[in-house]
């Protein structure tokens, strides 16, 4: 166990401190006295301070030493959170104490009843010092699961001290004895907390222990064979979509794999080009994911898993190579979980960023001819109704939770006017309905640039993400991705220039898309989509120059909607809206040099 | 002490679609009456007399802004009452 200056042993004492208050406290209902009463409130108050101690030297060590690394941390981290639940344990003890004086009569209590729960107990404060020194997952899983063997066993004691309470007779003894009980159930949340800290501890991750046995069912299905310990789950994204994401791999052989990226940044960028090991299943069947790459474990709210799985399906069978592979799925009552194949390479924000320009250029090619494939194989007749003014009205909230000032009321300047945003909203939703998309396809959904990996060795672009995945008009994941690349938060002009190039030749492709397809309002849709796109990724940004400029962006197109006169095909997006104060975008007939 | 009345409105516009804003703003200022108002607030401004007009303009890592202020000093308020001093005799 790593030494930090006494705070082990500092530790340990507070275990067995703990340990000692429970053994008294069952010795105190079976036969309570008055010395035995003060001897545990006076420990109660070295319990206290233990615990201060050890929070103190956490949060100092912590502090001061730069030397510490992630294990490290993570084991003082724990070391502090059991800290805080062994001392509340401790309290509940005090706290049992406490009602045992408002029974007439202790022998109420049965030994049988709580016999079984200070074992269950005990045994759990016994695994804590072994579990946190040997790293040991299977013992942190047990403290867990006490925690449902304590509600068990209170539960049985609730019902039938409940029943007896029908009787009329002794009901101030029953309600003291459901009390007391119900400290010994409240021991067994406190356990779960430290059981979860112990896996905090071996995993580096929080995970919940429901997270934990998806996880664990999710790659028994999908054929890791291996025992937990030796799986290496790291969060990539923590949450998204509500959904929580990681990557796992064997620890064995792949754990130096991918370099930096294990830090938390994302993917590893690898657009030099290791091979990417076979991983075709001839069957199509889910199979072991291959050891080197890993895969990404996502969980979350079930009906959402559910759509990407289903969706992943969809896409697989019309573009086999397209999306992640499924390795295993699982659910619950209430979740669900899904572990993918980890793809090679970087996602377009990354190459857009940092990747060199020819890099770049590729990407974009290959990119723009796959959606074009995508659209070609997918089209299908209209006219479909859109939703773009719906969708900017319902995150409109999560827009104003963020930055209260971004909206307005309707201005009068001295005769000219200025709708406020609602009226503009309201305008547009009127104009919306009557123009409905010619024709959809199957669209990503989430089309934002970190949604897509760009793989350099295969020249292949490839989707993540998916569950919002639908036959709808193209706009939306036109805008989307438009937006997403005009959001990205860089402000060196050689970086803006980029991402001007990238959303011009994307701009340039999706027009003549609209115009081979005889789609005569695609700039006014795309003028609302945008609309709502700018408006909505504001809630995102906590820049509040670049929100309130995305806006303003948002506002003015809506403007241009409204006072568009004539017919709709005359209509033409206001392009330089995605300009980052120059009208490059359109004017720029030949790219401009890419920086490397 | 009168307490301050102010009025912001921030958009985006284009060459265009701004004059109309200038206009309005040209005609109120001919007028000598500005009405101004968003939402509940309302400010109204009367130019009178002589108007300290300044012009900036600037231009800077890729950014341009002009800015045109007019300022001027209010007639004195004229204090009213409704109570009248009326002194007769018998």
């Known amino acids: ?25 069952h010795e105190f209902m079976r036969a309570p006295t008055r010395e035995l009463f ?14 201060t101690i050890i929070e103190n030297k956490c949060f100092s060590r912590i502090h001061t030493d730069n030397s510490l690394d992630r294990r490290e941390i993570h084991r003082i981290r724990a070391i502090h959170t059991i800290a805080v639940n062994l001392e509340r344990i401790a309290d509940f003890c005090v706290n049992i104490l406490g009602q045992m004086a408002h029974l007439s009569d202790p022998n109420r209590l049965r030994s049988d009843e709580y016999d079984p729960i200070f074992a269950e107990i005990e045994a759990s404060l016994n695994r804590i010092i072994p579990a946190l020194e040997k790293e040991d997952l299977p013992a942190a899983l047990a403290i867990c699961r006490s925690e449902y063997e304590l509600d068990k066993l209170y539960e049985a004691v609730f019902h039938r001290t409940l029943a007896e309470m029908s009787d009329g ?6 309600i003291t004895t459901i009390f007391i009980f119900r400290y010994l159930e409240r021991i067994g949340d406190s356990l779960l907390n430290v059981g979860e800290a112990l896996i905090f501890s071996v995993l580096g991750e929080k995970i919940k222990i429901k997270q934990f046995e998806a996880l664990q069912k999710t790659l028994s299905t999908s054929g890791f064979g291996d025992s937990l310990s030796d799986i290496d789950f790291r969060s990539i994204w923590g949450t998204r979509s509500g959904c929580r994401i990681g990557r796992v791999e064997r620890v064995r052989g792949a754990r130096n ?25 001839p069957d199509g069947q889910p199979r072991p994911a291959p050891g080197g790459l890993g895969s990404i474990y996502k969980q979350g709210n079930k009906k959402k898993i559910i759509k990407e799985r289903d969706n992943i399906a969809r896409w697989s069978t019309l573009f086999p190579n397209l999306v992640p592979e499924i390795f295993g799925y699982h659910e619950d009552d209430d979740s669900a979980a899904l572990l993918v194949e980890f793809l090679q390479g970087c996602t377009l924000d990354e190459i857009v960023l940092t990747g060199d320009g020819e890099i770049l250029q590729n990407a974009m090619f290959v990119l723009l001819q796959t959606l074009h494939e995508i659209w070609e194989k997918t089209a299908a007749p209209g006219p479909v109704p859109t939703d773009y003014m719906r969708q900017m009205r319902s995150r409109m909230e999560a827009v104003l939770q963020v930055h209260p000032g971004l909206r307005r009321d309707g201005v009068d300047l001295c005769g000219a006017g200025a709708l406020s945003t609602e009226q503009l909203m309201d305008r547009c939703e009127a104009i919306e309905k009557t123009l409905p998309a010619p024709f959809t396809v199957f669209i990503h959904g989430d089309f934002n640039v970190n949604n897509l990996v760009y793989d350099h060795t295969r020249q292949a672009v490839r989707f993540i993400d998916l569950y919002r995945s639908r036959d709808c008009d193209n706009v939306q994941d036109i805008s989307v991705f438009l937006v997403s690349n005009y959001r990205l ?49 504001t809630r995102f940004e906590l820049n509040h120059h670049f929100a309130k400029d995305m806006y303003l962006r948002s506002h003015y197109l809506m403007e241009r909607m409204v006072a568009h006169e004539g017919p709709w095909e005359t209509f033409r997006l206001p392009a330089e809206v995605l300009d980052c104060g120059c009208n490059a975008i359109i004017r720029e007939e030949t790219p401009c040099a890419l920086a490397s | 002490m ?89």
């Open chain 2, 2 to 90: 009168s307490s301050e009345e102010k009025f912001v409105f921030e958009s985006m516009q284009d060459c265009e679609s701004i004059r109309a804003f200038l206009e309005a703003l040209t005609e109120g200022v001919g007028s000598k009456h500005l009405v101004l108002s968003s939402g509940g607030e309302r400010i109204e401004l009367f130019p009178q007399g002589l108007l300290q007009v300044e012009v900036k303009a600037r231009r800077k890592g890729g950014s341009s802004k002009v800015s045109l202020k007019l300022e001027w000093k209010d007639a004195p308020r004229v204090e009213t009452t409704d109570r009248t001093l009326s002194v007769s005799t018998n």
């Open chain 1, 257 to 281: 794999s991918t370099g930096d990226a294990e830090g938390g940044g994302g993917p590893a960028c690898d657009t030099g080009g290791n091979g990417n090991p076979a991983q075709t299943g």
């Open chain 1, 169 to 174: 007779r002794s009901v101030h003894d029953r």
């Open chain 1, 1 to 25: 166990m790593i030494t930090f200056e006494g705070l082990s042993e500092n530790f340990r004492f507070l275990v067995l401190e703990v340990s000692g208050q429970l053994r008294a406290t």
């Open chain 1, 489 to 537: 938060p860089v402000f060196e002009p050689a970086l803006r220039q980029r991402i001007r190039w990238v959303m011009r030749e994307f701009l340039l492709f999706a027009r003549g898309v609209a115009a081979a397809r005889g789609d005569a309002t695609f700039e006014a849709r795309l003028a609302l989509a945008l609309a709502r796109s700018l408006y909505t990724s």
């Open chain 1, 38 to 51: 003060d001897r545990i409130t006076g420990r109660d108050d070295y319990i206290d301070n233990l615990k």
